[in-house]
């Protein structure tokens, strides 16, 4: 079974982190939060605090097939300036595996040069920092082992897509129909 890793950072976007993780869940797919402030808690943009699996110190980064970054402000930045997730998303990203990310989170990978001739999304705002991607305006991109998408309101797409990426259609439109989505 495949094993998803999501970081989250202190200022993240819940809606974004935790309906990707909802929905994967709701896939019989495995998905571990990993907080990188060095504790479990984790507190959003929006001053919700939630409790990950796991830390950046402690998880496994061997048993995961895909990583995953939320956006949110400053979230996306304090994921861009850690040094374990830089490591583990290019290192993913070289091995074939799969990295995704939302809402202004694209900008690390481009930051990381992932996006490179590749086609990617972002919040609006973001485009420039997708270095030597080309931009779409679709809510979500996926090219070949990269995932991205443009916000909030496309988080339930963002995640339906990258379910599909491990199982298949019958699966996404089970997920979609229990979702009224």
Request: contains cysteine.
């Amino acid at each position: 079974m495949s094993k998803i890793g999501i970081f989250m950072a202190d200022g993240c976007e819940e809606i974004e982190g935790l309906t990707v993780v909802d929905i994967v869940r709701r896939a019989g797919l495995d998905i571990e939060t990993i907080s990188i402030n060095g504790k479990k808690n984790v507190t959003s943009s929006h001053k919700v605090t939630f409790e990950t699996d796991t830390t950046k110190e402690e998880a496994d980064y061997d048993s995961y097939d895909a990583i995953v970054l939320p956006g949110g402000m400053p979230g996306t930045l304090n994921l861009g300036a850690d040094t374990t997730v830089t490591k583990t998303i290019r290192e993913f990203a070289a091995k074939g595996k799969l990295v995704a990310a939302i809402c202004a989170a694209p900008s690390v990978l481009g930051e990381n040069h992932i996006l490179e001739g590749k086609k990617a999304t972002c919040h609006p705002g973001f485009e420039e920092k997708l270095l030597g991607a080309e931009w779409s305006k679709q809510p979500v991109v996926v090219d070949g082992n990269v995932i991205t998408s443009r916000g909030m309101g496309t988080a339930i797409a963002f995640g339906l897509e990258i379910v599909r990426y491990f199982t298949d259609d019958a699966k996404v439109d089970h997920i979609r129909q229990g979702l009224v989505y």
